[in-house]
């Protein structure tokens, strides 16, 4: 069983799930469960387009293909909330569980102060966010500073402060620092925004705090809500999900990143 307030790695039993997912994939193992065992008509998330460029968002009611939408698009730039409003009816008609930022959770109560989506029929898995780069500045930035052509890119991470790409023929990684003074990085929102972990989720997950032998192999899950206990403690009994507690050097490198 879990509460509000406990905190856990997490990552999922389903091993090709765990070959496409960011970290420990508990994020779409999570939204896995919550499609298979009714709890919503629909999962809302991101899915990879032509490129790494194109962050696509998706509603899926049929379990089997959540697994597209594993993985983090530092491009996707979209904001989910809006698309709630714009195209779901603002959830007035389905249960769904959605993947958000700090911002599309936002978006999601704004929206819902103004009864422009119900709230009722919406469990949100947060993800930290670090903020994301525009698509056509990720594009001339990896041009003009990497020496890379962006076409041939086919992954790229933040991590510990640095812009990291794989490309056909190797990988380099650039300090954000160093990219944002050029002009280049993170969107000017992205680089004011106080909203780093999600606690207005139900979940907030995220890779900041997984240190050791799990660094990169799980997911750093906090539990935000009754709502979102029920659903992590559900999901880990049921087998969908293993958990550990968190190392505590790893929770005081989390409170200190963020
Ligand atoms: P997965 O199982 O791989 O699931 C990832 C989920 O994120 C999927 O549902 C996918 O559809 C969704 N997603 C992918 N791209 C986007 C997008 N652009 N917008 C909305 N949803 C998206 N964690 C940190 O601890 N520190 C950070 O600084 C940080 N920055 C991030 C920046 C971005 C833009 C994103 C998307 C994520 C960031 N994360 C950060 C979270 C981290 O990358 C992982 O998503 C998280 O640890 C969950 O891992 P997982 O393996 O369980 O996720």
Not at 2 to 8: A, I, N, P, R, Y
Not at 36 to 44: I, N, P
Not at 116 to 137: A, E, F, K, R, Y
Request: aromatic content about 6%; glycine content about 10%; some cysteine.
């Amino acid at each position: 069983m879990s509460k509000k307030g406990d905190m856990f790695y997490a990552w999922t039993s389903d091993a090709e799930l765990a070959k496409k997912a960011e970290c420990g994939g508990a994020v779409t193992s999570l939204l896995k469960f919550a499609l298979e065992k009714k709890m919503v008509d629909g999962v809302f998330a991101v899915t990879k387009g032509q490129d790494i460029y194109d962050a696509v968002p998706v509603l899926i009611t049929d379990p089997k293909e959540i697994d597209k939408t594993a993985g983090s698009l530092h491009c996707g730039t979209l904001l989910m909330s809006k698309l709630v409003k714009k195209y779901l009816d603002g959830a007035s008609n389905m249960k769904i569980a959605m993947t958000v930022k700090g911002c599309d959770m936002m978006g999601l109560y704004e929206l819902a102060k103004r009864q422009q989506i119900n709230l009722d029929n919406v469990i949100m898995i947060g993800v930290n966010c670090g903020g994301t780069v525009s698509p056509v500045t990720a594009r001339k930035m990896i041009a003009d500073k990497f020496g890379v052509d962006p076409d041939t890119v086919h992954k790229e991470e933040i991590d510990k402060g640095q812009f990291i790409i794989e490309f056909e023929g190797g990988h380099k990684g650039i300090s954000m620092d160093e990219l944002e003074e050029a002009g280049y990085g993170r969107r000017p929102n992205c680089r004011r925004c106080k909203l780093k972990v999600p606690r207005g989720a139900d979940l907030a997950c995220g890779n900041w705090g997984v240190i050791g032998d799990k660094a990169g192999k799980a997911t750093f899950v906090e539990v935000c809500s009754d709502k979102g206990a029920d659903w992590f403690s559900r999901a880990a009994k049921a087998g969908a999900l293993a958990t550990e507690a968190p190392n505590p050097k790893g929770l005081e490198m989390r409170q200190k990143v963020e």
